[in-house]
């Protein structure tokens, strides 16, 4: 089999997506997800000049061969661009091996461990009240697993909570919003939150929270904490993650759990986090991290110590990353949790797919290959159009991590 072709689809259905079309001289195709959010069209532009040329007459089944060309082979390793590009590839080329093989991912990645894939949903308020009743609804749509996040008295705006009555979305059209920060206020509100959420729905809910890069270590051990009477399932990226060793202060002071990788996009950003047990989920995703190949190799490393996945799955990665991580958890011995973030009805109609969704869990089908597909001619009535992530500043007007 022999790659003839490969093109980029970049649309904005609701929100942008970059994807990767492969074709192949047996009629069979492969879709990658590209998709960076806020940067979309630099991992087009580096698929379309330095990666496609390189691909056309390659063998779709030398996956790993192919994988190392566009890592070791680019000279220029790692990087979130990079790795988007190599991953929408990697992507691509096991669905193109499923399809030919007439089976599902899953089965090319060591079987099925498990037939349902546990998943966390976000519930955001913009008050402590407001966010209780967004909790209660998702409990009723069979949620067993909730992350909490809530406006802060004192604070304008703040991370993954949208108006009343809007759902949240990470970037927005236009320059990029700017939103303000105070970790006193926040350190003294959030044990509240959570020991209302426990007060009212008790203790058998999965009870998890993303501090979004904003705290300092030892703020974090404070964190951590204050939060554990309310025993979190997770604190998601208690601090800004490029410093490893910090997530020791952070261990040494608190046993509440420790989340974080969203934002990684090699083995190299979480070596030392793996091997020093200093996290216990790791929130890498497909589509940033070079694909399903270093992936598997990753998560494996991690399994040695007790480390489990949770995969980011916030609704910037398309259907194209959600089912390639679902046969990815399907598969692998250490999967902890997935999120869950649905798409809007217009994305999911874009990207026909074999998974779904019921009573707390996430089903993969058994279509051969990822099991997802791209209407070329709906997306083509959604052109793409520049959004931003928002920045975030102190009071004072310092920027921070947002
Ligand atoms: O593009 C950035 C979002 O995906 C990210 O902010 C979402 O933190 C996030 C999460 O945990 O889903
Ligand atoms: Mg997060």
Same mark, same amino acid.
């Given at each position: 089999?022999?790659?003839?072709?490969?093109?980029?689809?970049?649309?904005?259905?609701?929100?942008?997506?970059?994807?990767?079309?492969?074709?192949?001289?047996?009629?069979?195709?492969?879709?990658?997800?590209?998709? /960076?959010?806020?940067?979309?069209?630099? &991992?087009?532009?580096?698929?379309?000049?330095?990666?496609?040329?390189?691909?056309?007459?390659?063998?779709?089944?030398?996956? +790993?061969?192919?994988?190392?060309?566009?890592?070791?082979?680019?000279?220029?390793? %790692?990087?979130?661009?990079?790795?988007?590009?190599?991953?929408?590839?990697?992507?691509?080329?096991?669905?193109? $091996?499923?399809?030919? !093989?007439?089976? #599902?991912?899953?089965? !090319?990645?060591?079987?099925?461990?498990?037939?349902?894939?546990?998943?966390?949903?976000?519930?955001?308020?913009?008050?402590?009240?407001?966010?209780?009743?967004?909790?209660?609804?998702?409990?009723?749509?069979?949620?067993?697993?909730?992350? &909490?996040?809530?406006?802060?008295?004192?604070?304008? =705006?703040?991370?993954?909570?949208?108006?009343?009555?809007? $759902?949240? +979305?990470?970037?927005?059209?236009?320059?990029?919003?700017?939103?303000?920060?105070?970790?006193?206020?926040?350190? @003294?509100?959030?044990? @509240?939150?959570?020991?209302?959420?426990?007060?009212?729905?008790?203790?058998?809910?999965?009870?998890?929270?993303?501090?979004?890069? %904003? /705290?300092?270590?030892?703020?974090?051990?404070?964190?951590?904490?204050?939060?554990?009477?309310?025993?979190?399932?997770?604190?998601?990226?208690?601090? =800004?993650?490029?410093?490893?060793?910090?997530?020791?202060?952070?261990?040494?002071?608190?046993?509440?759990?420790?989340?974080?990788?969203?934002?990684?996009?090699?083995?190299?950003?979480?070596?030392?986090?793996?091997?020093?047990?200093?996290?216990?989920? !790791?929130?890498?995703?497909?589509?940033?991290?070079?694909?399903?190949?270093?992936?598997? $190799?990753?998560?494996?490393?991690?399994? *040695?110590?007790?480390? %489990?996945?949770?995969?980011?799955?916030?609704?910037? /990665? =398309?259907?194209?990353?959600?089912?390639?991580?679902?046969?990815?958890?399907?598969?692998?011995? @250490?999967?902890?949790?997935?999120?869950?973030?649905?798409?809007?009805?217009?994305?999911? +109609? &874009?990207? #026909?797919?074999?998974?779904?969704?019921?009573?707390?869990?996430?089903?993969?089908?058994? $279509?051969?290959?990822?099991? *997802?597909?791209?209407?070329?001619?709906?997306? =083509?009535?959604?052109?793409?159009?520049?959004?931003?992530?928002?920045?975030?500043?102190?009071?004072?007007?310092?920027?921070?991590?947002?």
């Amino acid at each position: 089999m022999k790659i003839t072709e490969a093109k980029l689809v970049v649309c904005s259905p609701t929100r942008n997506f970059v994807t990767l079309i492969i074709y192949t001289d047996q009629g069979i195709y492969g879709l990658g997800d590209a998709t /960076l959010n806020g940067r979309e069209l630099a &991992v087009a532009t580096y698929l379309e000049e330095y990666c496609i040329p390189c691909l056309i007459g390659r063998n779709p089944f030398d996956i +790993e061969d192919i994988w190392q060309y566009f890592y070791k082979g680019a000279y220029w390793k %790692r990087g979130p661009v990079t790795m988007s590009a190599i991953a929408a590839i990697d992507m691509a080329l096991w669905d193109i $091996k499923g399809k030919a !093989l007439n089976t #599902p991912v899953y089965n !090319l990645l060591g079987g099925k461990s498990r037939d349902q894939i546990m998943v966390y949903c976000h519930a955001n308020g913009t008050d402590l009240s407001h966010t209780l009743e967004v909790v209660h609804e998702h409990l009723e749509m069979g949620y067993k697993a909730i992350r &909490v996040q809530s406006g802060i008295p004192g604070i304008a =705006s703040t991370y993954g909570v949208a108006a009343k009555g809007e $759902k949240y +979305e990470p970037a927005t059209r236009g320059l990029p919003h700017e939103s303000s920060w105070s970790t006193e206020k926040y350190l @003294n509100f959030m044990p @509240n939150l959570f020991s209302a959420v426990r007060n009212k729905y008790g203790d058998n809910l999965h009870l998890l929270h993303d501090c979004h890069h %904003r /705290l300092t270590p030892i703020e974090a051990a404070r964190f951590g904490k204050d939060a554990e009477p309310f025993h979190l399932f997770w604190m998601e990226d208690p601090v =800004s993650e490029e410093l490893q060793e910090s997530f020791r202060l952070i261990r040494n002071h608190t046993t509440t759990p420790i989340a974080v990788g969203e934002i990684f996009n090699s083995v190299f950003d979480c070596n030392r986090l793996i091997t020093e047990q200093l996290i216990d989920y !790791l929130r890498m995703t497909i589509v940033h991290s070079g694909g399903i190949t270093p992936l598997q $190799k990753i998560a494996h490393l991690a399994e *040695v110590y007790n480390v %489990r996945t949770g995969f980011h799955g916030a609704t910037d /990665l =398309s259907p194209v990353t959600m089912a390639a991580a679902l046969h990815f958890n399907t598969a692998i011995h @250490n999967f902890g949790i997935q999120e869950h973030m649905p798409h809007d009805p217009l994305v999911d +109609e &874009v990207f #026909p797919h074999d998974y779904h969704f019921n009573d707390g869990f996430m089903f993969i089908g058994d $279509k051969p290959g990822l099991g *997802v597909d791209l209407d070329l001619d709906l997306a =083509s009535k959604y052109p793409y159009q520049r959004a931003f992530l928002p920045v975030n500043r102190r009071e004072d007007g310092t920027m921070w991590n947002w």
